[in-house]
């Protein structure tokens, strides 16, 4: 018995120093960043789909040199076309494509193997899906932390960014977008996950959307792009 109770605690140690080990701490920090247009940086010059130039992931890859930063934003993408795959039913087709798609958030965690995920996908289910509800939203996000912690990922939560009222967000939607930040940094706080938050950024409603009354200017992108670096220094240390 004291002979199996020693080979037992040799077997503990060493596997506690493999881990100590494998845990390099000067390994590079390589970070996922999956979002909508808020992210992606698209907006509507009337009919056309542009970029602004540098996008809001540049924008964020240049101010964390020290982060490998990977865009998987995509216009119109949710939280639930993230975490199935597939079609992205507000997304915009890729040269060569018939219909815009996304590989999920699982998929890409496999594949890329990051340290971190950056996950701000709150905004377009409550903006325009009308059978959205906070309590999916909170299962969503719960179901993506499980999914990227069992992948050795560590995700951060962002909330959603503003958005004013009239074109083409109406001011159910508009509610449900503060419904959807708030849902977000409580499930982030119930789940020990940190939470970024960029509605903390000023907002002038008839100086900050672009003309197509959704999405933000470039100067807003770059003061949200701003706060959320900051933020992230914090949290990468």
Same mark, same amino acid.
């Given at each position: ?10 077997v ?19 970070? !996922?960043v ?7 940086g698209?907006?509507f010059?009337?009919?056309?789909? *542009?970029f ?15 982060? *490998? ?14 975490m199935?795959g ?14 815009a798609?996304c ?5 890409i965690w !496999?594949d890329? *193997?990051? !340290? ?13 899906d009308?059978d959205?509800?906070a309590?999916r939203?909170?299962?969503q996000? !719960?179901?993506? &932390? ?6 050795g990922v560590q ?5 959603c960014?503003?958005?004013?009222a009239?074109?083409?967000?109406t ?9 959807a ?11 020990? &996950?940190?939470?970024?938050? &960029? *509605? ?9 959307v672009?003309?197509?009354g959704?999405?933000p ?16 220094r914090?949290i990468?240390?």
């Amino acid at each position: 018995m004291i002979e199996a109770a020693i080979i037992i605690a040799i077997v503990a140690i060493a596997a506690v120093m493999l881990l100590r080990k494998g845990a390099d701490p000067d390994a590079p920090l390589v970070m !996922t960043v999956h979002g909508n247009s808020a992210l992606a940086g698209g907006w509507f010059d009337g009919p056309t789909l *542009r970029f602004y130039d540098p996008t809001p992931v540049q924008m964020l890859a240049e101010a964390l040199p020290d982060v *490998r930063v990977v865009d998987c934003a995509q216009n119109g993408l949710t939280f639930s076309e993230a975490m199935e795959g597939g079609p992205v039913k507000l997304g915009q087709p890729v040269l060569g494509q018939m219909h815009a798609s996304c590989t999920s958030l699982a998929e890409i965690w !496999t594949d890329v *193997r990051p !340290t971190h995920a950056l996950i701000a996908l709150g905004e377009v289910e409550p903006l325009f899906d009308p059978d959205w509800t906070a309590q999916r939203l909170a299962h969503q996000i !719960t179901d993506a &932390v499980q999914q990227a912690r069992a992948l050795g990922v560590q995700p951060i939560l962002q909330g959603c960014i503003h958005f004013r009222a009239g074109g083409p967000v109406t001011p159910e939607g508009r509610l449900a977008c503060s419904v959807a930040d708030d849902v977000i940094q409580e499930t982030a706080d119930r789940l020990g &996950v940190p939470f970024i938050d &960029v *509605r903390c950024v000023s907002f002038d409603p008839d100086r900050d959307v672009c003309p197509d009354g959704l999405h933000p200017t470039a100067d807003m992108h770059a003061r949200y792009s701003a706060e959320r670096a900051n933020q992230l220094r914090e949290i990468l240390q």
